[in-house]
């Protein structure tokens, strides 16, 4: 272990060792996400209350599964998985990444405006989900759906979040 801590001290700051630490953690956030978003469904699958318009017009009924629609509008018991699983796992990537890719502590601000954009970016990934997961619960890969549908909204947050951590939460100053 004493070889690796030495690498990581060595090779701190590089942004090519910095992704790959970031992808490593990336993938532990998966593993969270992907446990939570198949779990979550058991607790809020009964959960019957329409959405608020607000929501209504970006999770559109006719992409998704009949149970989860009530008076022609989609439940919370749908979308509830999908966001909290997604937002649990990136608050847990957001410290992890913090403390041992980015060897920072952020700013006042950091965790707030991380919040704000995760917020946005969730609502827009828990609708990708609910899309892919629409279309492939009906064929072959039913059984995979919110697995890939995970995955998929995965790559779309990593592709904004590592350049939001690093560039602006966890900046060193030089």
């Not at 405006?113 to 609708?127: G, K, Q």
């Not at 592709?159 to 060193?172: C, M, N, R, S």
């Amino acid at each position: 272990m004493g070889v690796i801590r030495d690498f990581d001290r060595k090779h701190q700051d590089s942004a090519v060792w910095q992704f790959i630490k970031f992808n490593l953690v990336s993938t532990t956030i998966f593993w969270v996400q992907l446990l939570l978003a198949n779990v979550l469904p058991l607790l809020f699958d009964s959960l019957r209350e329409p959405l608020p318009g607000i929501l209504r017009g970006i999770f559109r009924p006719e992409n998704m599964d009949a149970k989860y629609i009530v008076n022609g509008a989609v439940t919370w018991g749908y979308v509830l998985p999908f966001f909290l699983s997604n937002f649990l796992a990136n608050i847990y990537g957001y410290f992890v990444n913090m403390k041992a890719t980015f060897k920072g502590k952020g700013g006042k601000y950091s965790l707030p405006v991380y919040c704000a954009v995760l917020f946005v970016l969730i609502l827009f990934s828990t609708w990708l989900q609910s899309i892919i997961t629409a279309a492939l619960s009906k064929g072959s890969l039913a059984a995979l759906a919110r697995t890939i549908a995970a995955a998929a909204s995965g790559m779309v947050q990593m592709i904004v979040i590592f350049p939001l951590e690093k560039f602006v939460l966890f900046k060193k100053d030089r």
